[in-house]
């Protein structure tokens, strides 16, 4: 299979699986909510990493977790008998405030023995394999023809290309590349 070479250099226990585009409105994250229940249903076990390009909160104001985090807290871990999250407010982190997100930084607080598979949503300068989303009415060059680390691209047009081209409207399909993409991985 194209794109499994030595280049892919980010160590971590896991199989990564990047999806990433030029820029935004591509479909990435629509494409990830189509396809995880897909690979949920064939038992692999998912957790995501996502970047966010903006300012955002998973938090609400007037709630007690908001409260503390604004207070000050550096970290916030709200927990239930369902759920936990932790929120890191990386601008009271004095060599971190300014500094853009590195995925190195995030992988440590995904838990290796909850999942088989983590998918990164952006992070396109990442040495991860990688799924290019491409749509070529956006107007915005193919990633693939630079970065290394692309091993397919996800179209919704016909493309001729020495990767492998999936339907970026068929997430079977492209289940189907990943469930193999794991399997060569692990090997």
């Not at 995501?48 to 709630?63: C, L, M, R, S, W």
């Not at 990442?126 to 290394?148: M, T």
Request: net charge negative.
């Amino acid at each position: 299979m194209a794109g499994t070479s030595s280049l892919i250099t980010l160590p971590f226990p896991k199989p990564l699986l990047g999806f990433c585009a030029y820029g935004s409105g591509a479909g990435k994250t629509t494409l990830l909510t189509r396809l995880m229940p897909v690979l949920v249903e064939r038992g692999i076990r998912l957790s995501v990493i996502k970047h966010a390009h903006h300012q955002f909160d998973v938090d609400k104001p007037g709630k007690d977790s908001y409260r503390l985090r604004e207070a000050g807290a550096v970290q916030t871990l709200v927990a239930s008998n369902l759920r936990w999250a932790l929120m890191t407010e990386r601008n009271r982190i004095a060599d971190r405030a300014n500094s853009e997100i590195k995925l190195e930084e995030l992988l440590p607080e995904i838990d290796t023995d909850m999942v088989d598979l983590v998918l990164i949503e952006g992070f396109k300068e990442a040495r991860i394999a990688k799924i290019e989303i491409y749509r070529p009415s956006l107007d915005y060059p193919l990633l693939a023809e630079h970065d290394e680390s692309i091993i397919a691209i996800a179209t919704d047009v016909p493309l001729i290309h020495s990767l492998p081209t999936l339907d970026l409207n068929n997430p079977e399909t492209i289940a189907d590349f990943i469930a193999q993409w794991i399997n060569i991985s692990k090997s």
